[in-house]
């Protein structure tokens, strides 16, 4: 069974561009996060999807967003790019249904922003 | 605010030893509670869940002890190698029934395996 996959693996943009990043979740997995991981902050929760519509949402501005397709694909969009936006961006899928809560990452896009 | 924290950031034990690795949570209408290893490059990579209605759960070589009275999560590896080198983070699911899809994480602790 195929793993999470996270494209692309490295991103270099400059500030004030926008970028977005894409993530395969799990076949059958309908429940897509997104995790922005630094070294100062930690992993911190950004979104889920969850059949197309986000189900929950975390503390970041409105430049980051997201949305999910009717495969389950999900990409994530930040907007005017800022240099504290670098960070390992992270997505974790699951069955997002019943009593499944295993949640499973990908290995990341690390974005640096000069 | 809500937090999960770990009280070592780095944790240095001999080969084959017993490795013990502890986490702070805040929230008392945490459900789940996971215990994730990443590696340098990689994702964070599950090692093992449970549930508030359980105080144990055992895996291979790993135990993960739960007590909602004061909030602890400890995670217990046995045998130590030094495969086991990595950052571990302890998270926990915030929400009622577990479905939210919300972890809020640990600041990680890093275990340095000695040969």
């Known amino acids: 069974k195929a793993g999470v996959t996270q494209t692309p693996r490295y991103l270099i943009k400059t500030r004030g561009q926008q970028v977005t990043l894409s993530c395969s979740p799990i076949?059958?997995?309908?429940?897509v996060s997104w995790y922005q991981q630094t070294p100062g902050q930690g992993l911190q929760f950004l979104f889920e999807?969850?059949?197309?519509?986000?189900?929950n949402k975390g503390n970041f501005p409105g430049r980051f967003s997201g949305r999910q397709f009717s495969n389950s694909r999900s990409e994530m969009n930040v907007s005017t790019l800022e240099l504290g936006d670098s960070a390992l961006y992270l997505c974790?899928?699951?069955?997002?249904?019943?009593?499944?809560?295993?949640?499973?990452f990908g290995s990341g896009t690390r974005l640096t922003v000069v | 605010g809500e937090s999960v924290g770990l009280h070592l950031p780095t944790l240095s034990v001999q080969e084959g030893d017993n490795s013990i690795i502890n986490c702070a949570y805040s929230?008392?209408?945490?459900?789940?509670f996971i215990w994730y290893k990443q590696e340098s490059g990689k994702g964070p990579q599950f090692i093992i869940d449970?549930?508030?209605?359980?105080d144990k759960r055992q895996g291979q070589r790993v135990t993960v002890l739960l007590n909602k009275t004061v909030k602890h999560l400890s995670l217990q590896i046995a045998a130590t190698q030094p495969g086991d080198s990595a950052v571990y983070f302890c998270?926990?699911?915030?929400?009622?029934?577990?479905?939210?899809?919300?972890?809020?994480f640990g600041q990680g602790t890093t275990l340095q395996v000695k040969p």
């Open positions: 449970i549930r508030s209605n359980m």
């Open positions: 929230n008392s209408a945490s459900d789940y």
């Open positions: 974790a899928s699951r069955s997002g249904t019943g009593a499944n809560y295993g949640y499973t």
């Open positions: 999807y969850f059949s197309e519509t986000q189900r």
């Open positions: 998270a926990e699911n915030i929400g009622g029934s577990g479905n939210t899809g919300k972890l809020i």
């Open positions: 076949s059958g997995h309908r429940s």
